[in-house]
């Protein structure tokens, strides 16, 4: 994938989060958590249809503004607002828990899964704590641009890839986006279990879920306690009803924990199927020779637009619009309005797409004045 890592200068994915908190930081304010994953997946349904029309250019660019809420999907979580939802780490190091450059099933760094039986090796627990040591010798994730996850996800399962069509690939993006919204949808009916008596969930409990060290440390604790009341190694796998009228504090504080877990897991699997899709369309790009015969490519870019860049830069300029129209930091650097970095490294204040502004002042929603 060389051809890719020319001449651009990629971000940690650290500071993207910290830009895009910036730019939306006012009107952010007034959002709950769960309303940034619904603006995700309002985001990917667009990739879902990108994938149908096979519109390349589109797909990446509704990718680039499911990119950017779901940066603001982990400020929101890490600003302690709602602590059911609070969580301290960053994405890069959330989605290196359950890929910590190996595969997050049979734990090797070339995908070697039997995607039948990986699920019948050990129960979860076991797994995440063997993710979970893996995740703690490596204390670089911060450090990790998008283009970095892609080299990694492209040498683990590239094979897998190039396997699969982009219409899978994409369907299991979406399939793992509305897992993270059953997760989400697990948080917000539990809500209502903080700082009451009965349940157990005080702040200092919520505290202990808040970050990876500890939720993997509780999520095991929690696993034994469910294993000790109802046989089975996981919430998931206690009979619906009797998890659901079972109110005594341990099981539902299990069951928030078990909502976490999912609630992070789930976040790392959209963002490594995000990659997949990225990775497949930068081959399907190609496999097609279009960077090598760009003549072939007029009626995917702007006609105009390619014949000027042609007329003006030559074929070469052209190759290169071509693979930055798949390239989702440049999408991101366009549709955001990138103004080169500042004395520190970090990107300069972005600009919001629809407003124009560097503090954005869209408004979307009907209750400013509400206190929540
Ligand atoms: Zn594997
Ligand atoms: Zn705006």
Redesign the pocket.
Known sequence: MSKYEYDFESFKIGDWEVAFGNLYENVDEHRKPEEFWNSVMAHLSATGEAIRKTHYTDLVQSLSHAFCWLCGYIVKCQENKDPIFQFENGLSEIVALKFPDKCGHCLKRKCVCDSIVKDKLKDKSARYADLYKLWQKNGKWKERTIENWLQKYWYTFGPRIHLQNLENLGFHLLEEAGEEAKAVRQLVQLRGTRNNKKTGVSDDFLEKIANIDKLVEQYDIYNKIIKDKYNVNSVKKVDIEKISTDHSPEIIQARLVDAKMDFIIEIADTFSWMCAVLLKVREIYENQQLLTNPEQVVNILEKSLSIKIQATFGKEAIQEQLAFSVHLEKRLQETFKYDGRKADGMPKPLT?Y??K?QK???VFFPNLNDDR
């Open positions: 919001c629809a407003c502004k954005c002042v869209c």
